[in-house]
């Protein structure tokens, strides 16, 4: 996000526009939290994990009234656009928010699930599978010295995006994904096949949103059946959400910053910014909010299972 917040503003001020930041989201325009920035408000926070400008989900923003006291102070503040930098919570509010009140909205993708539409990658998604991987090597270490079996869950929510990802890149032995069905008994069935391969340690990523219920749940069951195996579980949990962001991720966010700037500079409004391939594209909000883009490659999931081998 920081990375993000640091393009709109240097690339408004190259355009002779002032900036106006706002701490904790809608709460912080409800709350009047703003400050005026300038360059230097941003300088040293492209390698920083998390916000500067702070993030709160905002309950109060759901009702009119949240949303009349956000806009006097926005007014007032003396704000012709907005740049909302957040998840599919933040596109539902901007894109209400922008219709009410007729003020121009570009928003920028960002949560490490990069379970939102309109782009090909959220930004937060490539650090935070470097950090998985990380946990991964780790856990492998061990694993492979005590001749033990290993679940790590990681997050995601309904998305296995982190957990597929991240999974080939650990060469994990199972991934369990909120998308796929796989009973337990098949898993038991790929560990069993895995050790008849003389493999002595394996790791198996269970995605938060699996539907056999996390990994303590799926090491239990796994564990009656198979109990000459040493089961050990790991969550990540919030680390996946901080840390230096990745080279990866730190030009995507610039990209997406210019970009959104330029859009609201060019009249563009209710878009969100967004990646395909390589190209930096817009899409209506009302569009990215509408329809649900599967984001789980198929051809992946095959990959998985033969690197599993
Ligand atoms: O959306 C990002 C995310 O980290 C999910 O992966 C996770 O399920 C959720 O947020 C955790 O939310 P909280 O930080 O409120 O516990």
Known sequence: MNAAI??????????????????HGYQGMIDNTMFDMSSRSVSSIIQKGGTVLKTARCLEFRTKEGRTKAFENVQS????????????GTFTGAEIFSREFDIPVVCIPCTIDNDLNGTDLTIGYDTANNTVIEAIDKIRDTAASHNRLFFVEVMGRDSGCIALNAGIAGGAEAILLPEKDTAIEELIDMLEHAADRDKSSMVVIVAEGDKNGGANHVAKCVHEKLRHYDAKVSILGHLQRGGAPSSADRVLATRMGYTAVNELLEGSTRVTVGIRGSEIVT???????????????????????????
């Open 6 to 23: 640091r393009a709109v503003v240097r690339t408004a001020l190259y355009n002779g526009k002032n900036v106006t930041g706002i701490y």
């Open 283 to 309: 899409t209506p909000l009302k569009e990215a909010l509408s329809k649900k883009e599967l984001k789980l490659n198929e051809d992946l999931v095959e990959i998985a299972k033969i690197m599993a081998l």
């Open 77 to 88: 503040a003396g704000i012709d656009a907005l740049v909302a930098i957040g998840g599919d």
